[in-house]
């Protein structure tokens, strides 16, 4: 209990001294697991409202995969991503391993199928009728997915929140394709990770609160912007 | 009428795009981004370290890691895995420098081919640990295997790493002297974890286990394990640094590895692993060895 207590003040004492070492960390996991959210929507959105809107043979099997993506272990696409950067691997002349540009694209992994099947229930929960109403009005194609999406605001933002958390809470990934190299790709699940094995039990319960006050403070940021009264 | 509903549409989406659009193009910015930097000296700057989590847990590469990157201009990536995942990372030719503690394994390694130049860094000791209570009454053995032996027979708590790590192999090597084998018993459990996370379940758990005398100085405070066995040769923890073999992949960087090698055993490094530890423990937490022969330390 008292662990917890000197994790707590020590959380605050490194976050109003400005510790700079600290400050990095942060910047990096919120820079690593921002980009990764951001290419996951862009892959994700688009993917999603097709899925829901369209009809192939094939599509439910699709959509099978994306959800099954959904809780896709940080794990497997660790080891999978790692070993595709390996030098021996076929990526392995980018020399991406243990970079923060390997952990984007592990963590945009994981991100991309929550955000894709949390799009494609959003997409699918509006009223099929109001895609005819929009059209019969005169719309084109894309002001429809436009107006759609519009409508659908409220989970699709809620997608954005998932993918964000999926993304900057992993660990398994992060430490194996960034390899939680000081000043390079410790971020702070990693860092709250060697911290316990070293047993700074309270510097690893201080570096949580901080994960829990970042993912507050995007997640209220977002919130504000999903709850916003439309001025109509 | 529809434009004006299309110029609304933006009003709740800008703010997050321009949030995005923020952090992308910071992180497009950001300097260690890529892992090519054209400013340091040499024209590869960056060195892979496959080393032991032992290594890492202690401290001691924080301290050394700044002082050969200033010298150099090379940049040091620190990759901290068991000494059995070293070996194979070098194996592969994954990394291009090693500084494990495995003697056998290395020997093995350097007989295939897959590293070179293998030199003696500096040495610390395993000592055996053990709940206070004693369960198995191993206090003042004569020898680990002696206390290994008097565990078994108790059938009393182990906690193995199991995780192929230095200390994981030399543990199975004490066993097999004994010439008996804990896996599978009920009181000999593995974590498949680092140094820390198993001294961490030892102590939990009031089971003995076998740890390095670095992280063990360094995690005494929060512990309640006390040192049952020590000062035994078989319980040496001998640090080699090796180079991969640079033939294995032109990706290797030769020059970094030879240039890190050559630090770890410089005069200057030696006496900074010397000194490393002791204002905090009273005593340093490895031993230089370098230049020494490997059969004389511990006498």
């Known amino acids: 209990m008292d662990l917890i207590v000197e994790g707590i003040s020590r959380a605050l004492v490194l976050l109003f001294t400005g510790d700079a070492e600290l400050w990095r960390v942060i910047g990096l996991s919120l820079l690593v697991s921002g980009t990764a959210t951001l290419l996951s929507l862009l892959v994700g959105i688009p993917t999603g409202t097709f899925l829901a809107l369209t009809d192939f043979p094939g599509r439910r099997i699709v959509v099978s995969l994306v959800n099954t993506g959904m809780g896709l272990p940080p ?50 929960a509006l009223n ?5 109403q929009i059209l019969a009005l005169g719309a084109t194609r894309l002001q429809m997915l436009w107006l759609l999406m519009r409508e659908a605001r409220l989970p699709l933002l809620a997608a954005v929140m998932a993918g964000f958390g999926g993304a900057v809470s992993e660990v398994g990934a992060s430490i194996m394709v960034g390899g939680n190299i000081p000043g390079q790709t410790r971020v702070l699940t990693t860092a709250t990770v060697m911290e316990t094995s070293r047993g700074n039990f309270a510097m690893a319960i201080a570096l949580s609160l901080v994960l829990l006050w970042l993912m507050l403070c995007v997640n209220a940021f977002l919130t504000v912007i999903q709850q916003r009264r439309r001025p109509l | ?72 201009g090379y940049v040091v990536k620190p990759i901290a895995v068991g000494s059995g995942q070293a070996l194979v990372l070098g194996e592969r030719g994954e990394v291009d420098v090693l500084l494990v503690h495995s003697p056998d394994a290395e020997v093995a390694f350097i007989a295939a081919g897959h590293g070179v130049d293998r030199r003696l860094v500096m040495h610390n000791a395993f000592v055996l640990l053990g709940p206070p209570a004693d369960p198995a009454g191993i206090k003042g053995a004569r020898s680990a295997v002696e206390a290994f032996e008097r565990i078994a027979q108790a059938g009393a708590l182990f906690i193995s790493r199991g995780d192929g790590s230095g200390t994981d192999v030399l543990e199975k090597k004490l066993w097999t002297r004994l010439g008996y084998v804990p896996l599978g018993q009920s009181w000999y459990q593995e974590t498949g974890q680092g140094m820390g996370a198993t001294l961490n379940v030892a102590d939990e758990k009031r089971g003995y286990t076998l740890a390095d005398h670095g992280t063990y100085l360094a995690r005494k405070k929060g512990l309640t394990l006390e040192i049952m066995v020590e000062e035994d040769r078989a319980l040496l923890n001998v640090y080699h640094v090796i180079r991969v073999n640079p033939d294995k992949s032109p990706r290797i960087n030769a020059a970094g590895a030879r240039a890190f090698a050559d630090f770890m055993v410089a005069p200057d490094t030696q006496a900074l692993i010397g000194e490393f530890g002791v204002n905090q423990f009273g005593e340093p937490l490895f031993i230089p060895d370098a230049g020494k022969r490997e059969e004389a330390l511990g006498e």
């Open chain 1, 75 to 124: 794990i497997v696409v660790g080891l999978f991503v790692t070993i595709l950067l390996w030098r021996s691997g076929p990526l392995g002349g980018l020399r991406l391993l243990y970079t923060p540009a390997a952990m984007v694209i592990a963590q945009c992994v994981i991100a991309t199928p929550i955000v894709t099947g949390l799009t494609l229930a959003a997409m699918q």
């Open chain 1, 128 to 132: 099929p009728k109001l895609r005819l």
């Open chain 2, 1 to 72: 009428m529809k434009r004006e509903v299309l110029i609304n549409c933006g009003h709740w989406f800008s703010p997050l795009a321009f949030a995005l659009l923020a952090i992308f193009t910071s992180a497009c910015s950001a300097s260690p981004w890529m892992s090519a930097s054209a400013s340091s000296r040499p024209s590869d700057p960056e060195v892979l370290l496959a080393t032991t989590t032992s290594i890492q847990d202690s401290g001691l590469l924080d301290v050394l890691l700044p002082v050969f990157e200033e010298r150099t």
